[in-house]
């Protein structure tokens, strides 16, 4: 071969290089996507493990290891590759720290929640491989068992409420536990708090008697019901 031949080839594979860098890197993007933004209601960011913001719109990917973020007035409804649904109401923060959906047992999911509330239903890898799903705060984590359930973070005793972390149940079934691996079985209807400030002598998870007020749901609740349970389109007869 030539010289000239060969540095004709060497250019070729210069040039080609990146390309095909960048060609062997679009599975593993792609991999990353956890899910995506189903809709949304007043202003809601995303930011990515950079701390790079963007805003957050319906159909917009979201990953594992990105952090949602919702103003006030803001609410969003977030559907996961395994169906998994999270609605996060006004003045919160999320981070979906970890995420795999692959249909191996090494399948699982991380949540954070830094402030405000949530609620989500579970999907496949829930519903699958409930160990493998925890969502933490402060001052607990709670595990599930193919759950739709509700956390809130009080940070602030008041009159009304005291500080820590809520956990109701819509159906199924959760539990409640803080560092010290003290922790409560939440059934449906049922509301557990892990408390910030415990008083002498108190436990510091426990089982309310009733749902606080200020878990009753949000804008989206419905039409996240309506995606786990589509309601049937009657025909119509002429």
Do not use: C
Not at 120 to 126: C, I, K, T
Not at 174 to 199: D, F, K
Not at 201 to 226: K, S, T, W, Y
């Amino acid at each position: 071969m030539n010289q000239a031949k060969t540095a004709r080839l060497s250019r070729a594979w210069l040039y080609a290089l990146p390309l095909l860098g960048a060609v062997l890197l679009l599975p593993q993007v792609r991999a990353q996507e956890a899910g995506a933004i189903e809709r949304v209601n007043g202003t809601v960011s995303i930011a990515d493990s950079a701390n790079q913001s963007r805003p957050a719109r319906s159909g917009e990917p979201l990953r594992a290891g990105e952090t949602v973020t919702t103003d006030n007035g803001g609410e969003v409804l977030i559907k996961l590759k395994d169906d998994s649904l999270v609605t996060l109401r006004s003045n919160t923060q999320m981070k979906l720290t970890e995420y795999r959906y692959e249909n191996k047992p090494t399948d699982g999911m991380l949540v954070n929640l830094f402030k405000g509330a949530m609620r989500s239903v579970s999907g496949l890898v829930g519903k699958t491989r409930p160990s493998n799903v925890k969502f933490s705060t402060a001052t607990a984590t709670v595990g599930i068992r193919g759950t739709d359930f509700e956390i809130a973070i009080v940070e602030t005793d008041s009159s009304d409420s005291r500080a820590g972390t809520y956990n109701y149940v819509y159906s199924g079934e959760t539990n409640i536990q803080i560092a010290s691996g003290q922790g409560v079985n939440v059934a449906a209807e049922q509301t557990g708090l892990a408390l910030t400030n415990p008083r002498p002598g108190e436990d510091p998870v426990q089982l309310l008697r009733e749902r606080p007020a200020f878990l009753r749901g949000g804008g989206f609740d419905a039409l996240m019901l309506n995606i786990v349970n589509p309601v049937p389109v009657m025909p119509r007869f002429r």
